[in-house]
């Protein structure tokens, strides 16, 4: 079934093939340059630290929705052992097994492809099963360091969580903005707050995984116009689930991570960050959310921090 042609029309307007050259791999994180990196620093005052990663546990956020991403199976394989011989020092090791994008994490962009394709109009086929993401693979990732704006849409509509039927609209957005106080610009990272997560943390992890709020099809649009650098949610599927589209699934990230080349981050949790910007009456800040760089990865586990 051909794409339809509201989403190719979208993906003429946001596309970004060739802007960083045909050899780019990283896409919009070439608009996190030093100096916006310097100016991120200055948005540190208070220095009180908020981390963003959800535990990764046995019984995390997957419920089997999304077939083989599994949840961490970790395994000790060295006990107190003296491996050095009797009444050496003793260590103790464990090994993990895990969906790269089990837990909080970032989606490279060779995690989805339309059209053959995935981002700067490489073969889809260039990711294979032994070696992975032959181009863009999470490992160009070498750093994600620059300044986090949270739109805490929630907040902005006066709810703990919008409802699982809420596709979150530009609208929405420029309203998270006018609430942060300060008007998000290129090279940010944006933390989108909808207050899903809370189903999860309270210990309903199918009412997490779906239906969920999520980011509409018209949003990219919004990102691009403000030259992000990449965008991460408090969802399971980042983008609105079901669809808002009938029978178009994944379409934001199809734009997002094919036309744009823009990470996008899921299952990022924003409760204490809402509380923390809450607080001290500001909404930017220093981030730092630099993925394990697994090579050829189509993404992988993060543990972001942001710090006021």
């Known amino acids: ?42 948005t540190v005052r208070s220095g009180r630290r908020v981390p963003l990663a959800l535990p990764l546990r046995q ?41 790269l994008q089990a837990g909080t994490h970032w989606d490279g962009l060779p995690h989805v492809s339309h059209s053959g394709l995935i981002y700067n109009g490489r073969p ?44 979150v609209t530009p609208e929405d957005l420029s309203a998270a903005e006018e609430l942060a106080g300060t008007a998000v610009r290129a090279g940010d990272v944006v933390l989108v707050r909808t207050g899903q997560i809370r189903a999860y943390l309270g210990g309903d992890k199918e009412a997490y995984a779906y239906p969920s709020p999520g980011l509409s099809i018209r949003t990219p649009e919004w990102f691009h116009a403000r030259d992000v650098a990449a965008v991460a949610n408090d969802t399971l599927t980042f983008e609105i689930f079901p669809p808002e589209v009938e029978n178009l699934w994944l379409a934001v990230h199809g734009l997002d991570l094919v036309e744009m080349g823009m990470l996008q981050g899921q299952n990022w949790n924003l409760e ?16 730092d959310a630099t993925p394990e760089p697994f090579v050829g990865g189509a993404g992988a586990p993060v543990a972001p921090v942001a710090v006021l």
């Open 272 to 287: 204490g960050l809402s509380a923390a910007c809450a607080e001290e009456g500001r909404y930017a800040f220093w981030l």
């Open 59 to 99: 019984d995390g956020v997957q419920t089997g929705l999304i077939p083989g991403r599994v949840n961490p199976l970790r395994t000790m394989v060295a006990l107190n052992q003296e491996i050095f011989g009797p009444g050496t020092i003793a260590t103790s090791d464990d090994v993990v097994t895990l969906g």
């Open 1 to 42: 079934m051909a794409l339809p042609d509201a989403f190719l029309d979208i993906a003429r307007r946001v596309n970004n093939w060739g802007r960083w050259g045909a050899d780019d791999e990283i896409g919009t994180l070439n608009l996190i340059t030093d100096e916006v990196v310097r100016a991120a620093a200055a």
């Open 124 to 167: 889809a086929d260039s990711v294979t099963a032994h070696a992975g993401a032959a181009f863009s693979g999470i490992e160009k990732v070498t750093s994600v360091v620059s300044r986090g704006v949270l739109l805490d849409v929630a907040r902005a509509l006066g709810v703990d969580r919008l409802p699982g039927d809420h596709a």
